[in-house]
Structure formats: structure tokens, C-alpha cells
Antibody, heavy 121, light 107 residues
Framework: EVQLVESGGGLIQPGGSLRLSCAASGVSVSENYMTWVRQAPGKGLEWVSVIYTSGSTYYSDSVKGRFTISRDDSKNMLYLQMNSLRADDTAVYYC???????????????WGQGTMVTVSS | DIQMTQSPSSLSASVGDRITITCRASQHINNYLNWYQQKPGKAPQLLIYAASNLQSGVPSRFSGTAFGTDFTLTINNLQPEDFAAYYCQHNYSTPPTFGQGTKVEIK
């Protein structure tokens, strides 16, 4: 069964750090582009970061310099290291697989269930 | 960054209705436009990719069209399980931004 399962969320004080994990089964994190998307309470979806099969990484302006996406190919795991956390980082964080279709189209076709991060004192 | 303007932000409809949601890109995105459905407390699910291609397993009452930088998601014969939030997302460049979302509620 193809599945992504996030973990590592919780309550953290402003300025703190947290590492989210995404365990993949039935899909290889090293052979796919893998993405993090977040959703603040009652708000819409926000793209956060992507890691390419090459290892290249990209970030939204709102997290650049504070968050780091990585993967462990041997464990088939995706990570999001979050530092200098702020109240506006409070959200459900989803990992997702970026699937490629013909003519360069791509979309997020497999999603985890999400993990909640609350930044508050 | 490319901005995605989605409308309406919410709508009320009845079972059996036909509804249309619109998404406008701030520049050309070569039809690299996806639609997702999200039910409360659940992860989003891909409905349509590349503007008009139905993802495997998605009912045929869902369809997508494109005209320049304007994109529409149409749901024919609205079913009870279709009451949810819908988001567009471009994938033309990084960051692949989402629209603000449309909440479809029962009238």
C-alpha cells in the first residue's frame, strides 16, 4: 500500500526547533520529488518546500533560512527541520509526493495525514 | 511569484446542482494547473491535473477547463460527498502557489 505518514509535530515555544518526519511506504523518496505543504488553522494550503531527486531543495520565502528539507534514502524517510519557529508557523504540515505526467505536468498525488505544529508560549 | 486568484471563496448549493469554481493565474502557466478537494480534518486529494485531466479514481462528474490564464472546475450533479473545500494550484514555476480555496456548503 502506498502511504506517507508524518510525525514529530507538537507544542513548541517561539524560537524553538522541531524536526518533522515523513515515513514513506510503497513509494521511494529518493526516486520522487517530495514536498511539504502546510495549512494554518482555518486557512488555506501553503506550499513550503520541495526536494528533487537530484537533492536540490527549494523553499517558500516565509521559511527560507529557517527550515531545511532532507531525506534519508536508506530509511525511505523525508524530513523537515524547522528552526527559529514563530507563531505564524502554527499549522498542520503535510508531506506529499510530486507525480509527473506527460508534457511536463506535475501534481501532488499522494499525501500524508498531516502533523500539527503549534508554536506558542 | 505567480498569484492564483480563486473565486468564489464560498458557495451554497444543493445535491444535484452543477457548480463552477474559477481560478485565475497572474501570468501564463501553460495549463499547469491542478485542482484538489479537501474534506474537514483530512488531507487534500488530487482531482484534476494539467487543467483538464481527471486523476485516476475521480468520478467523471468532475471536469476542468482552461482558457488562457483562466481555469474552471465544474462539478455536475453535486453529490453529498462533494461538499468540501477546493483549491487550485499552479505548477509552472517555484513556488507552486495555491489559490485561496472555495468552500462548497449545503444550501
Amino acid at each position: 500500500e502506498v502511504q506517507l505518514v508524518e510525525s514529530g509535530g507538537g507544542l513548541i515555544q517561539p524560537g524553538g526547533s522541531l524536526r518533522l518526519s515523513c515515513a514513506a511506504s510503497g513509494v521511494s523518496v529518493s526516486e520522487n520529488y517530495m514536498t511539504w505543504v502546510r495549512q494554518a488553522p482555518g486557512k488555506g494550503l501553503e506550499w513550503v518546500s520541495v526536494i528533487y531527486t537530484s537533492g536540490s531543495t527549494y523553499y517558500s520565502d516565509s521559511v527560507k533560512g529557517r527550515f531545511t528539507i532532507s531525506r534519508d534514502d536508506s530509511k525511505n524517510m523525508l524530513y523537515l527541520q524547522m528552526n527559529s519557529l514563530r507563531a505564524d508557523d502554527t499549522a498542520v504540515y503535510y508531506c506529499a509526493r510530486d507525480q509527473f505526467y506527460s508534457r511536463g505536468a506535475e501534481a501532488l498525488d499522494i499525501w500524508g495525514q498531516g502533523t500539527m505544529v503549534t508554536v506558542s508560549s | 511569484d505567480i498569484q492564483m486568484t480563486q473565486s468564489p471563496s464560498s458557495l451554497s448549493a444543493s445535491v444535484g446542482d452543477r457548480i463552477t469554481i474559477t481560478c485565475r493565474a497572474s501570468q501564463h502557466i501553460n495549463n499547469y494547473l491542478n485542482w484538489y478537494q479537501q474534506k474537514p480534518g483530512k488531507a487534500p486529494q488530487l482531482l484534476i491535473y494539467a487543467a483538464s485531466n481527471l486523476q485516476s479514481g475521480v468520478p467523471s462528474r468532475f471536469s476542468g477547463t482552461a482558457f488562457g490564464t483562466d481555469f474552471t472546475l465544474t462539478i455536475n450533479n453535486l453529490q453529498p460527498e462533494d461538499f468540501a473545500a477546493y483549491y487550485c494550484q499552479h505548477n509552472y514555476s517555484t513556488p507552486p502557489t495555491f489559490g485561496q480555496g472555495t468552500k462548497v456548503e449545503i444550501k
